[in-house]
């Protein structure tokens, strides 16, 4: 659109691209892409907002300046506290191995802190002798959990991430590429700190760091949250197509 004349101009047909007419016109601000909607509808709102929200940087990826045990922490806070302006200025380019560790660091206190409520009797629905993986919270059983646990753990990540970039891609989502699903995955995860709290501790982490994946996915890519939304549950409703087929193929004795 022509700030002068307002004349509107087409630069592609969107009449052939379905995906952009269901999760993108929609969600317009006139003149503004997809990506830049949510920013400039509030920066025309309140003009003097976009200098009080500068780029919130990542302490965990600053570990010269924060130290590990404060940029470790801060990263989860400002996750947790603001994860639109912390994900907006998401770098990329650095690499998978800081939000690696970041992940790995956080699934291993949400262990340590399962092994301990376990203990205690705090848990419901599974004795302290039981454990993880059907070993004993106590001796070898949990050494042998702790050791390969992120082992198992690395490997689930990274297979993850491979199915959501994928999903995200055939929505046409995944404009940061791997790097940016397996940012969006690691340190979409921070919530899931309040796991060492005992009994809905989980279950509150697991639903906030569902919400601060998906603005991550938004932001990171600079996508839409319908297409986001649309690539988390597709490899669900994939299953369960699959599943139906073969349960009506079993029935119908093929």
């Known amino acids: 659109t022509c700030p002068k004349c307002h004349e509107k101009f087409n630069f592609r047909d969107t009449a052939d ?12 601000v006139e003149g503004i892409g997809p990506e830049e909607n949510i920013s400039a509808a509030t920066e025309e709102t309140d003009p003097g907002r976009a200098e ?27 996750v947790m506290k603001n994860p639109i302006r912390l994900f907006r200025s998401m770098p990329l380019g650095g690499g998978i191995s800081k939000p690696l560790i970041f992940y790995l660091l956080l699934a291993e206190i949400d262990i340590l802190f399962q092994f301990l409520w376990t203990n205690l009797g705090v848990t419901g629905g599974m004795q302290p002798e039981d ?3 059907g070993m004993g919270t106590t001796g070898t059983g949990s050494l042998m959990v702790l050791f390969f646990y992120p082992f198992f753990l690395t490997l689930g990540l990274f297979l993850g991430s491979a199915v959501i970039h994928l999903c995200l891609r055939m929505v046409r989502g995944a404009s940061a590429g791997y790097e940016g699903t397996f940012r969006a995955v690691t340190y979409g995860s921070a919530p899931m700190i309040m796991s060492i709290f005992p009994l809905i501790g989980q279950i509150v982490g697991a639903v906030w760091a569902l919400a601060t994946t998906i603005i991550a996915y938004r932001y990171i890519h600079k996508t839409t ?17 699959m599943a139906l087929l073969i349960l009506t193929g079993s029935r119908s004795g093929i």
């Open 17 to 28: 691209d379905p995906m952009d007419i269901l999760f993108e016109e929609g969600m317009k």
């Open 52 to 78: 009080a929200q500068p780029e919130m940087d990542l302490p965990w990826e600053s570990l010269d300046r924060y130290g590990v045990v404060t940029g470790f922490t801060q990263t989860i806070l400002r």
């Open 131 to 133: 454990g993880l993986f």
């Open 225 to 241: 949250y319908p297409r986001v939304v649309l690539a988390i549950f597709l490899p669900a409703a994939l299953l369960l197509v």
